[in-house]
């Protein structure tokens, strides 16, 4: 087979069906001096560490410090008995298109098991997710009843895929239906308040990096809006993204597994943009999430994500002067005791 551009699905993602995401201006209109939300999870050994104070932290905008002008502590300890933490809503996404289809049901069965935990009492809102090859279909209301949405699980029928699991052969349309289906989210979820925290049960989507997979200078051009859009409102809706896969779900080993690392650092020249840049993973990473997979259960990843949740941190800075239009600065957060970890989103695009 010719494996010219014109000849790959590649091509049909750049031309036609990204219609919510190539027809969208490159970033959203900024409220000036709109502050820069950041939740932070800070961590010892993996594990997340409670009661650290403002004077803890040392907010950085391209190197630089910043003046926190909001810090606020969440620990899910400090919840009233009997009560449920809303202060971040968590979405589970059960991912039909980039999961193989005989994976399907394994990655129902780690949900349920999840949502059926304790009684099915939940800490936190949870809003169930499905995406199928029609689109994203979510629950109108988050709910703290575990049994209930299980039930949903179980309603909802695994409808036939027409794509396959190949990177080249539906790999592009895939990916189109993926990033669409990730700014439906973000238009449900940008005028709720609070965290959102959007676990994604999938391998993800295909990187289509290679030789061929190569751009065009306007292709990498559009690659380049996409990813500062997306950074942009993803960051606005104050939503962190995490991707869940056991290698047993994925099909995949390590080596391809941590290939997405390539592609983290953030995009400012079109020319080094490459459609891995907006793969799942490299989302994920740059939202402060984290990319869980491994030989562990469904389930069990599930619980080390909402473990995240039982104390973090959230404060806000203005954004530093930019002299050209979607600059990129870089964030960091130190903190005074080096044995501890922070982790959350590496940057934003800011604006004159």
Same mark, same amino acid.
């Given at each position: 087979m010719n494996k010219t551009l014109a000849s790959l699905p590649l091509a049909l993602l750049?031309?036609?069906?990204?219609?919510?995401?190539?027809?969208?201006?490159?970033?959203?209109? *900024?409220?000036?001096?709109q502050p820069i939300v950041l939740d932070i999870l800070v961590t010892k050994s993996g594990k997340p560490v409670p009661n650290l104070t403002q004077q803890d932290f040392t907010a950085?905008?391209?190197?630089?410090?910043?003046?926190?002008?909001?810090?606020?502590?969440?620990?899910?300890?400090?919840?009233?008995a009997g009560q449920v933490d809303a202060s971040t809503n968590l979405?589970?996404?059960?991912?039909?298109?980039?999961?193989?289809?005989? !994976?399907?049901? +394994?990655?129902?069965?780690?949900?349920?098991?999840?949502?059926?935990?304790?009684?099915?009492?939940?800490?936190?809102?949870?809003?169930?997710? +499905?995406?199928?090859? !029609?689109?994203?279909?979510?629950?109108?209301?988050p709910s703290i009843d575990g049994n209930a949405l299980s039930a949903a699980i179980d309603k909802q029928e695994q409808g036939y895929r027409i794509l396959g699991n190949g990177a080249q052969y539906g790999g592009a349309q895939r990916m189109t239906l993926s990033l669409n289906a990730i700014d439906t989210l973000i238009v449900n979820e940008k005028t709720r308040p609070g965290r959102?925290?959007?676990? /994604?049960?999938?391998?993800? /989507?295909?990187?289509?990096?290679g030789p061929q997979n190569v751009l065009t200078p306007g292709q990498q051009q559009q690659t380049l809006d996409t990813a500062i859009r997306l950074s942009t409102s993803l960051r606005q809706?104050?939503?962190?993204?995490?991707?869940? $896969?056991?290698?047993?779900?994925?099909? *995949?080993?390590?080596?391809?597994?941590?290939? $997405? !690392?390539s592609f983290l650092k953030p995009l400012t020249d079109p020319s080094k943009a490459s459609l891995a840049n907006l793969s799942l993973q490299v989302l994920v990473t740059q939202s402060?999430?984290? *990319?869980?997979?491994?030989n562990?259960?469904?389930?069990? $990843?599930?619980? !080390?994500? *909402?473990?995240?949740?039982?104390? +973090? $941190?959230t404060l806000a800075i203005n954004p530093a002067p930019s002299t050209q239009p979607n600059q990129f600065h870089t964030l960091d957060i130190k903190l005074s005791n080096p044995r501890l970890e922070a982790l959350t989103r590496n940057g934003y695009y800011a604006q004159p």
């Open positions: 750049l031309s036609l069906p990204l219609a919510p995401v190539a027809q969208q201006p490159a970033t959203p209109v *900024v409220a000036a001096k950085l905008d391209n190197a630089q410090p910043s003046k926190v002008l909001v810090f606020h502590q969440h620990n899910l300890a400090d919840v009233p979405i589970i996404i059960l991912d039909q298109v980039n999961t193989p289809y005989d !994976k399907v049901t +394994f990655a129902r069965q780690g949900i349920q098991q999840f949502l059926k935990q304790n009684n099915g009492y939940l800490n936190h809102p949870v809003t169930l997710g +499905f995406f199928t090859e !029609k689109g994203l279909e979510m629950q109108t209301q959102k925290v959007i676990l /994604w049960v999938s391998p993800g /989507w295909a990187l289509l990096a809706a104050r939503i962190t993204l995490y991707s869940i $896969y056991p290698l047993g779900l994925a099909g *995949v080993g390590t080596g391809a597994g941590e290939y $997405y !690392k402060g999430g984290r *990319v869980l997979f491994g562990d259960l469904i389930l069990n $990843y599930l619980n !080390k994500a *909402v473990t995240d949740l039982s104390a +973090f $941190y």
